[in-house]
Each structure stands twice: as structure tokens, then as C-alpha cells.
């Protein structure tokens, strides 16, 4: 269908919600990539660990080395563009590993987005370093102009979280890192497969930890990925996930080890994890394909509405489109366009699949495992206040911003739909306040 300057003349359509007729007549729901994309693939991998009988990724007693977590890490690694990855058992326990990695302990500070998930947090607070919340701008993504406000001479770490797909603004952040002698780490877990002008996420810091859970780009349910360029990185962050052990697998890839063990923890990935996920990995970028086509099409079907502020994406190119966000202009308008689109069976959603941190609980009581535990105890950890007063620019952002997350497997007559549903209703909501 094409949308004529007639279409805008036109008077408006009745909006479901005011009792016109919905645009579809069964509500369009987004399900999770990974698992849409199961075959056979996946089954014969499963089959064939359960066949050898050697779940464990290290040994079994033919003394056969197991390949389907190592291969993975070799491919993973290989896709990422960079030299080693690590295939652990969550995106949490891929965060603690990278800051192990990293060394970050007590007295030191992590600058990370007030808006994202909880793990980023706490990860921090469980090495019983200070987690410093920065603010995010209309990308969802930290805000390059914002950062430094929340960097200190005791900043060690900035953490750079690439949100809902969208990469966040590399040439400016990274220099500012670089400027304050910051490590980076890339959080890639929301945006895997993604690339900021040419270069994919993760590769850009110095180390990079990613989910592989069920609402990422490809999934076994649970897992997470390590990766980095770095062998004295990549050496403890190996070492970290399985309780200081540098194993011959590992050991073979980097030459020798060069460091000395130090207790860690036991973040292993299993073999028929590493199954799903390895046939999973080779579909990466055909998913990657197939989303950025479906959220192009919506992009492209409603580019000339008057008026339209869509969410700032630092590179389009690169942004996978794991969903479509408009600006309303005010939490007001907002509300009720999600209100408005869930009505024509189309559900719009605010900004989500992250929280806000300075406003959970456990952040404003400055909570911890045990009261001697070092996080706010030490450094500026007695100053630091959370909250809304830290944060009011996110809070803001986040108000004012609602969209509809996307599928990869959305037809062309799924995304006509969605097209339709904005078109009727963000002209009738946008900028609408009482009265
Ligand atoms: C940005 C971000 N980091 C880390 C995680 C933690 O991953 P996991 O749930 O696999 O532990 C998530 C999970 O949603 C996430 O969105």
C-alpha cells in the first residue's frame, strides 16, 4: 500500500480505542529469535553429546575431548572479530568474569548506563567495587555528553551497554574513556550480532561479555560469552570461570598461561549447551538479516509522518531493530499511545528489557550480602546517593518514549499492520496532553 499527501488530508480514522474498528483483528506479539530458529541443526548436535555420553565440556572418561563448547568459543570468537572468546553459563556470570578480568575490586569505580539491567549492577557490588549510574540520552544508551559527569579519579571501568539492539555512540564515548585512562567494557548482551560502522559490538573495548538467555539474538535459554583481543584478559577471565584453572583447551589457544591462580568461581558452560548455541551461532547472522529487514520496512513505512522523532540510532547500519521507538513528547501522550496501539491490536511497549538502577531498592538502601561487604563502605561508596534526583534525564527519556518490539519471522503483512496502527495513532497522541 502507499500513503498519499491524500491519506494525510484525509479525516482521521476512528481509533480502536474510541470504538473504531482495530487494525488487526488478532493481537501481533514478538516472540523470542533463538528458539524461532531451531531445526535439525541444533537436534543433531544435542544428539550427538548425548550419544558420546560427555556432557561435561573438559573431559569424559574415553578420554575423547568433547568440541561442541570449544568449537563454539572458536566461531563465536571468529564472527565477533576478535582473537578469543569464552563461553561461561550466563550474561551475569559473563559481566563478573569481564570485571575479574579487568581487576576491579574494592575502592574502584564502574561508570554504568542508569538504564540497564540489574546484572550490571550488581556484578559490580559483587566484586565490592562502586557502581556509578550515568545518564542516557535518546538512543537509550549512555549519554556521551552526561559520562563524565559520573567519572572520578577513581574510575576504573566505563561500561558501555549496547540497549534494544542499538549500538551506543563509539566515536564519541571512547575517546572520553581513553581521555580519563578508563578500561572499556562492551555489554553486548542485548545487542548481539549488531556493528557500529562496520565493526561488530564487543570488539571495540577492551573485553566484552554477552548474554545468550532466551530474549537475546540466539539462545540455549541460558548462557553468556567473554570475548576479547587481550591474552592476559582472556587468560583470567578463563581462569575466573572455572575456579582458577587454565585447561588444556584454553591453554592451547593462548600458548602458555602467564598467571599465577587465584580463587574464582565455577561459571562453566556444559556440552549440550554449547550444542544449541553452536548451531545457533551459524544462524546469527541470517536472524541479524531478517530482523534489520523487518525493522526497515516499518522505519521505511512511516518515515514521512510529520513530525516523527524516532529513537536516535548512532548507526542505523549497524542497529539490529529489535524494535521501533517514537517520541511522544510526553509521558502523557506516551501512555496513551501504547494505550491506543494495544487497542488496534498492535501492543506498543515503553523502552524495556532493562530498569533503572538508581530507583531499585536494593541501590537507594545500599544493600549488600554482608554488612563489613566493601561496595559502599570504602572510597566515595559513603557519598554516592541513587534515586530518581540522579537520574531525571533518563527517567525523562524513558517517559516520553513508546514503540513495538519486533520478530525476525514478522511477515510483510505483519509489518503493513504495524506501519497502519502508527500511522492512524501517533498523529491523533503525539505531543496530546490533558485538555
Ligand atoms: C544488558 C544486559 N546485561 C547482562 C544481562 C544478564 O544476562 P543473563 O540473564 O544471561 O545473566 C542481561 C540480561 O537480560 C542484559 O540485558
Not at 104 to 133: I, K, N, Y
Amino acid at each position: 500500500m502507499q500513503w498519499t499527501r491524500r491519506s494525510f488530508l484525509a479525516a482521521p480514522a476512528a481509533l480502536a480505542l474510541d470504538g473504531g474498528a482495530p487494525v488487526r483483528k488478532t493481537p501481533l506479539r514478538a516472540r523470542h529469535f533463538g528458539p524461532l530458529y531451531y531445526d535439525e541443526s541444533e537436534w543433531t548436535f544435542l544428539k550427538e553429546v548425548w550419544q558420546t555420553r560427555s556432557p561435561f565440556r573438559f573431559w569424559n572418561f574415553e578420554n575423547q575431548l568433547p568440541d561442541k563448547v570449544a568449537t563454539l568459543e572458536r566461531e563465536f570468537a571468529q564472527k565477533m572479530g576478535v582473537k578469543y572468546a569464552l563461553a561461561v553459563n550466563s550474561g551475569t556470570s559473563a559481566l563478573e568474569a569481564a570485571l575479574a578480568a579487568l581487576e576491579v575490586g574494592p575502592g574502584d569505580e564502574v561508570v554504568v548506563p542508569a538504564w540497564t539491567w540489574h546484572s550490571c549492577f550488581q556484578a559490580v557490588v559483587r566484586h565490592g567495587a562502586l557502581p556509578v549510574c550515568a545518564e542516557i540520552d535518546e538512543s537509550f544508551n549512555l549519554n556521551p555528553a552526561r559520562v563524565e559527569a559520573a567519572i572520578s579519579p577513581r574510575t576504573k571501568v566505563m561500561m558501555i551497554v549496547h540497549l534494544q539492539g542499538n549500538p551506543a555512540d563509539m566515536d564519541r564515548l571512547l575517546p572520553i574513556a581513553r581521555k580519563h585512562g578508563l578500561k572499556v567494557l562492551e555489554d553486548v548482551s542485548q545487542a548481539v550480532g549488531a556493528s557500529y560502522k562496520g565493526k561488530r559490538l564487543g570488539s571495540m573495548g577492551h573485553i566484552a561479555a554477552a548474554s545468550l538467555q532466551v530474549n537475546k539474538t540466539i539462545s540455549a535459554g541460558e548462557g553468556g560469552m567473554v570475548y576479547t583481543n587481550d591474552p592476559r584478559l582472556f587468560e583470567r577471565a578463563v581462569r575466573f570461570h572455572d575456579v582458577g584453572a587454565l585447561r588444556r583447551v584454553h591453554e592451547d589457544w593462548l600458548g602458555k598461561g602467564s598467571l599465577e591462580s587465584v580463587p574464582g568461581s565455577n561459571f562453566r558452560m556444559n556440552e549440550f549447551t554449547g550444542a544449541v548455541l553452536l548451531s545457533q551461532v551459524r544462524k546469527l547472522d541470517r536472524i541479524v538479516e531478517d530482523i534489520r529487514a523487518v525493522a526497515r520496512r516499518v522505519y521505511q513505512g512511516i518515515a514521512d509522518l510529520p513530525g516523527l522523532k524516532t529513537r536516535l540510532l548512532p548507526d542505523p547500519a549497524g542497529e539490529l531493530g529489535v524494535g521501533v521507538y517514537l517520541d511522544l513528547g510526553s509521558k502523557e501522550a506516551r501512555d496513551l499511545f501504547l494505550k491506543a496501539m494495544r487497542a488496534e491490536n498492535v501492543p506498543a511497549s515503553p523502552p524495556s528489557g532493562s530498569v533503572v538502577l538508581p530507583v531499585q531498592p536494593y541501590a537507594e538502601k545500599k544493600l549488600t550480602l554482608h554488612p563489613e561487604w566493601p561496595t559502599f563502605r570504602v572510597g566515595r561508596g559513603p557519598e554516592i546517593r541513587y534515586g530518581a534526583s540522579s537520574c531525571p534525564r533518563t527517567l525523562d527519556v524513558l517517559g516520553r518514549f513508546g514503540g513495538v518490539l519486533l520478530d525476525p519471522k514478522f511477515s510483510e503483512a505483519d509489518t503493513r499492520d504495524i506501519v497502519t496502527a502508527i500511522r492512524k495513532v501517533y498523529p491523533q497522541v503525539a505531543g496530546r496532553t490533558s485538555g
